[in-house]
């Protein structure tokens, strides 16, 4: 009881577990291999120092969709890579892809432009 003192009582706690407790169990998203179903296959792109969406997850979505070669790895930080002017590696691989829908070369990584780089 001491530790939430200072964010409720007690009793005002117990109400809200249980009151959460009372949600239906949510249904499972369903991800499948959709590798043969696509013309196109699907590009992702993960940071691995991202704390929103860690690498490790991109490359589990990577696995459920069956696109396991179309995933790059920055190699540095931060969360959203597209659009941004310090990330020239990314934005080829995007622009590629979108406006010619090349993929790289499986296993592609691009590096953080070295502290203080223009």
């Known amino acids: 009881g001491a530790t939430y003192e200072?964010?409720?009582?007690?009793p005002r706690l117990a109400f809200l577990v249980s009151d959460c407790m009372a949600w239906p169990a949510a249904d499972t998203?369903?991800?499948r291999n959709v590798?043969?179903?696509l013309k196109t296959p699907i590009l992702l792109i993960g940071s691995e120092f991202d704390t929103d969406a860690p690498f490790p997850w991109t490359k589990r979505m990577a696995t459920a969709l069956?696109?396991?070669d179309t995933v790059v790895r920055y190699a540095g930080g931060g969360h959203v890579l597209s659009g941004r002017s310090d990330l020239p590696c990314i934005t080829r691989i995007i622009d590629a892809y979108l406006f010619d829908l090349t993929l790289p070369a499986p296993g592609t990584v691009c590096a953080a432009a070295p502290f203080g780089a223009p």
């Open 6 to 10: 200072r964010f409720t009582s007690a």
């Open 66 to 68: 069956g696109m396991d």
């Open 35 to 37: 590798q043969r179903e």
């Open 29 to 31: 998203p369903t991800i």
